[in-house]
């Protein structure tokens, strides 16, 4: 395809808080412009590969992330990252699509496949995944991955799925294999649980909002990560949280942080959305996050 992005330029300033002062007494503020890239093999693999470590938690080791930056990077052309100074330093967020049906013979795809399907079979509102990722489905799934860095304002994230959604258009209308009957988005959740005393990270940004999840952990609430996950959720034809295979012990997890009295325990989420439903869930966000 060729370049066609026509918002990779713009910019979105945001004032930002930074930590308060010892006493709590004043604010600082900083004012940050964040600028839309194109995927960049020759400057984004290790930033991109850093956000999927952090976006898979602990289950990372289980899959090769290198060659999953490689398939990232294979199509600059469909995504985005998100960067504060110039296209040449690391992505401080992204966006893009993979056509799971279309690159079903590589290794890291295969893992991840089975991944879920495993995940599918320990939620029961999981189940319908089975089928839908098995080798004999006609459904055409598009994997959807982002992530942030914490404290990377949500409003980052509308451009992106606008973009995407262009771009997806742009992309069928070259005969290009994006033509999705579904999308599947991994992301993550968590619940409270007691704070770790040696713990001394702030705990990530997030809109508190919480869900029941009928096979979730019984011993708190599950709240999301980041907000778009909560409209996102909303459009979902199947949804669920389950736990990560490779556990670690209390308060090693990069993910878990201590806030108080409280610190978190993450779990591994995923979200099936119809594809006649993915362009008003990305409407929703736009509308959800618009800044007031």
Excluded: C
């Excluded at 959720?233 to 108080?260: I, L, M, N, P």
Aim: glycine share 4%; hydrophobic share 35%.
């Amino acid at each position: 395809m060729a370049k066609r992005k026509e918002l990779a330029d713009e910019k979105s300033s945001r004032q930002e808080s930074e930590e308060e002062s010892s006493s709590d007494e004043d604010t600082n503020m900083l004012d940050v412009e964040f600028e839309w890239f194109d995927p960049q093999p020759e400057y984004d693999f290790h930033g991109l590969k850093a956000l999927l470590r952090q976006l898979f938690d602990v289950d990372a080791q289980l899959f090769d992330l290198s060659a999953l930056t490689d398939l990232i990077l294979g199509q600059p052309l469909l995504g985005s990252t998100v960067k504060v100074e110039g296209n040449e330093t690391d992505p401080y967020a992204f966006l893009t699509v993979l056509n799971l049906h279309e690159h079903r013979d590589k290794l890291v795809i295969k893992d991840l496949i089975l991944y879920l399907a495993r995940q599918a079979k320990t939620n029961s509102t999981l189940h319908q995944l089975t089928d839908l990722l098995s080798p004999s489905s006609a459904a055409k799934v598009g994997l959807i991955l982002t992530e942030r860095l914490i404290n990377v304002p949500s409003e980052v994230v509308p451009p992106m799925y606008t973009m995407l959604l262009e771009e997806i258009s742009w992309a069928i209308g070259d005969n290009e294999p994006y033509k999705f009957s579904h999308y599947l988005i991994p992301s993550k959740t968590y619940h409270e649980v007691a704070s770790m005393p040696d713990q001394e990270e702030s705990r990530p940004q997030k809109k508190k909002k919480k869900f029941k999840d009928a096979d979730a952990q019984a011993d708190g609430e599950i709240f999301f990560f980041h907000p778009e996950d909560e409209v996102l959720q909303r459009h979902a034809a199947v949804f669920g949280s389950f736990e990560y295979e490779k556990q670690e012990g209390e308060g090693q997890s990069d993910a878990r942080r201590t806030f108080q009295e409280l610190g978190i325990k993450p779990h591994g989420h995923v979200m099936l959305i119809e594809a006649d439903k993915f362009g008003a869930a990305v409407n929703a966000i736009g509308e959800y996050l618009r800044p007031t």
